[in-house]
């Protein structure tokens, strides 16, 4: 798998990712996350800016679209959620 090409393949499947409204997090534990939002899709995007492990603290549940690491299938997700060093995963919320 080629990471470039997931996420073109992943913007082009999810509207909301690049015509939704942007929605900005407060960084915490050297996480930076944003959202996105579009008519009753949420997406959630967070990236470990460390070199270590972390824990990324957002509640809710959802499903993992995409993980930088090319490791992880599309799976239901809760939060918080653990991030690998420097790993940045992409989550729809549901609702």
């Known amino acids: 798998m080629n990471l470039y090409r997931e996420l073109i393949a992943l913007r082009r499947d999810e509207p909301c990712l690049l015509q939704g409204e942007y929605l ?3 960084a915490q534990n050297d ?3 944003f959202g996105r939002r579009m008519n009753d899709t949420e997406i959630l995007v967070g990236r470990n800016i460390s070199g270590e492990p972390r824990l990324w603290e957002w509640e809710g549940c959802g499903v993992r679209l995409l993980s930088t690491g090319l490791d992880c299938k599309q799976e239901k997700v809760a939060g918080p959620i653990h991030l690998k060093p420097n790993e940045g995963v992409i989550v729809k919320v549901g609702r």
């Open 31 to 33: 996480v930076f996350s």
């Open 24 to 26: 900005p997090r407060r």
